[in-house]
């Protein structure tokens, strides 16, 4: 949501470039990244993204599609995403029960647990940016007009904790890696990295007195535990994929053979 915005003569002339190119990559990322949730969900039977983190961003990109964005690139990057989501979705509700053998309520009701979140979400986030929106919140040079690049910034920070915390946890408790590979975290990652806290401290090193908030204390913790978890991630992933590995007989082997005849029987 600074598309447009036009810096004080003594911010960097790169601001705008450099702002607007990582914004670009990290959609880009997230984007791929999407698309690939959705072909492994479908792919193994599965999900990839947590229940709470699916039902908090599309929560989110319908609300600011539809509502709050101002910019072509914003408006067009959150639609795509909205769409993407719903091969996601489907996987979720067609697939999703088989991972919660453990907890039959909610394997019972995945379908109204999934619905009921993106309801709550939804209505968090319209309430997020209306009170943001209508008290001016972040307002500079007297205008008394809200920032809305800084809005963005804690409702997208807050989604990206919630996607890495998440995913996290689900990959301890699973124990597999269906839905889930290589190539998704390390889009994830980067347009994280890159797209979020890479663009966002950009903007605070080039226009400090705008971009403050990037460097306080909740930001600081916020994007410093998504980047953990993050990197945690990667090595529970490697544990994870590894032991699967371990189990698995090589394709072509006497074992597979047998386990092909078995099943032929």
């Known amino acids: 949501m600074a598309f447009g915005e036009i810096p004080p003569p003594h911010v960097s002339p790169w601001f705008t470039p450099v702002y607007e190119a990582t914004f670009h990559f ?19 039977k599965s999900y990839g993204m947590p229940m709470l983190a699916l039902a908090n961003n599309f929560a989110w990109e319908m ?36 991972e919660w053998s453990h907890a039959p309520a909610v394997q019972r009701n995945l379908t109204a ?63 597999h890696t269906k839905g889930a ?15 979020l806290n890479f663009n966002y401290g950009w903007a605070w090193y080039t226009w400090p007195e705008a971009h403050g908030y990037f460097m306080s204390a909740p930001a600081i913790f916020i994007w410093g535990v998504t980047t953990l978890c993050d990197v945690l991630y990667a090595i529970a992933f490697y544990r994870v994929r590894s032991a699967e590995t371990a189990v698995s007989p090589p394709r072509g082997s006497n074992l597979s053979k047998g386990r092909s005849v078995k099943k032929k029987l």
């Open 63 to 98: 609300v600011y599609a539809l509502w709050v964005v101002d910019s072509p690139q914003e408006k067009t990057a959150m639609t795509i995403w909205m769409l993407i989501d719903m091969p996601i979705i489907y996987s979720t509700v067609r697939h999703g029960a088989l």
């Open 113 to 175: 647990i999934l619905l009921g979140l993106t309801l709550l979400f939804g209505a968090a986030h319209w309430s997020w940016q209306s009170w943001w929106i209508s008290n001016g919140i972040g307002a500079r040079d007297g205008s008394g007009k809200a920032d809305l690049t800084q809005m963005a910034y804690w409702a997208v920070s807050m989604c990206q904790l919630l996607v890495s915390t998440t995913s996290l946890a689900m990959l301890a408790v699973r124990q």
């Open 181 to 195: 590979g290589w190539s998704i975290w390390l889009l994830r990652f980067l347009g994280t990295l890159v797209g």
């Open 26 to 44: 990290g959609g880009l990322c997230w984007t791929l990244c999407y698309l690939l949730i959705a072909r492994e969900g479908l792919r193994t």
